[in-house]
């Protein structure tokens, strides 16, 4: 390891980590915006559930480094945008989430939403106030999966030259040095970690009700 | 890309489509069965006694934070002088393709063991069988589903990363698009990439369909009565 390296080169380090935060957040927030909608409606709708999941697993076979190479022919973008990866990333969120919207807004228990009808609530109103709620831990869970692989998928993406911290891995490949591949790393896993924590803090925010649960 | 593909002379030859993809199934074959050798047997015992439960927990969800072409290169440079020149990428790579692979088939394969109906168990027990009969007559095909599903999402992890290890020099169909990149060949890559996505696509098809031989008939009836 070589730390005056790291004192150097601490401002361009800063500067990728914002790029990889802003690379893993940005699409995961997105795909749960697309996620929702569809997620309710394959939740709803019984044929149209099969093959919104079946084209979901489709879209999550494609191997991230050819997806980040097919999507520029398809979008128009230069192969060096940052838009690519963005949209490689959300279209991954997305295949992964609606899988598991669908599944938290079943795991919604029958009672709770005949009682919540009986109590005056109306479709649009139920979904917001009650079930999606009562669907929280199951889309948290989800949605820790999917923040926690975006920030290893992101690092792929140095492959082709984009800005975030895999440009740390090419550059300690090139230069046969270690220690930028070491901090790539670590931050990384530290990146990982922490967005897990804010996801797993804003589930616990979102449901105040499972703390008491879990306590008792 | 359509012409970089209708090209016969990219399919053949030592650097042609054709062997591309062979050694793209050969890394993915190997290292799942690597994978399996380990996986399975740890699931298995970690389900099937329900000792050591956290550790697989933390350990899955610790590997898939780890950046696979960090993990690559990092190995490649420290693993690289230990082995011959041949043998200096190709080692490291399968052995981080392993690492990959290991975590969805021991988890899947202990999810399936613990989801197995505890009254199946307790038959089978009540009929007589000694614990390892129950885990291999009843327990595991039972787990089969999962364990399969397991294998299925570990072999779409590994054709990505082997994808991606053709940065370290590695063989397969990702070298179309690394070495398309070095030559500013969009074509090449473009080529490259459609034909990975197709490999994954029909390498996952041929596994679902395996699944459904490979599972019980017992089982798809029972999945097909509750579902």
Redesign the interface.
Known sequence: MNFDWIGREADRIGELLVWHLGLSVIPVVAGLALALPLGWLAHRGRWFKSALLSAAG?L????????F??LP?VLGTK?LDPVNVAVALTIYTVALLVRTVCDGLDSVPVETVRAATAMGYRSAHRLVAVELPVAVPVIAAGLR?AV??N??IV??A????AEQ??L???Q??QL?F?TP??V??VL??AL??AL?GIVVWLGRALTPWTAKAGAA | ?IDYLLDPAHWTGPGGVGTLVGEHLFYTAVALAVAGIIGVPVGLYVGHTGRGTFLIAGFA??L????????V??L???LAPVFASGLAFVVPSIAVLVLLAVPPIMTNTYAGVRAVDPAAVDAAVGMGLRPLRVLFSVQTPCAMPLILSGFRGAT?QV??TA??AA??SLGGL?RL??DG?AQND?DK??G???L??ML??LV?LTLGLLGRVAVSPGLRRHAQAAG
Not at chain 2, 64 to 71: K, S, W
């Open positions: 489709l999550y076979t494609v191997p991230s480094l050819a997806l190479v097919l022919s192969i999966v926690v692989s920030v290893s690092s792929v140095a492959l082709i030259g911290l895999g740390l891995f090419t300690g490949a046969r270690l591949i070491v790539g790393i990384c896993l990982a970690l897990d | 890309m969800n610790a898939r934070a780890l950046p696979t072409l960090g993990l290169v990092l490649v440079m420290v779409l054709i990505s994808t991606v940065y370290v990702g698009i690394i990149r969009y890559m473009l490259g990439a459609v990975v996505a994954a696509l996952d």
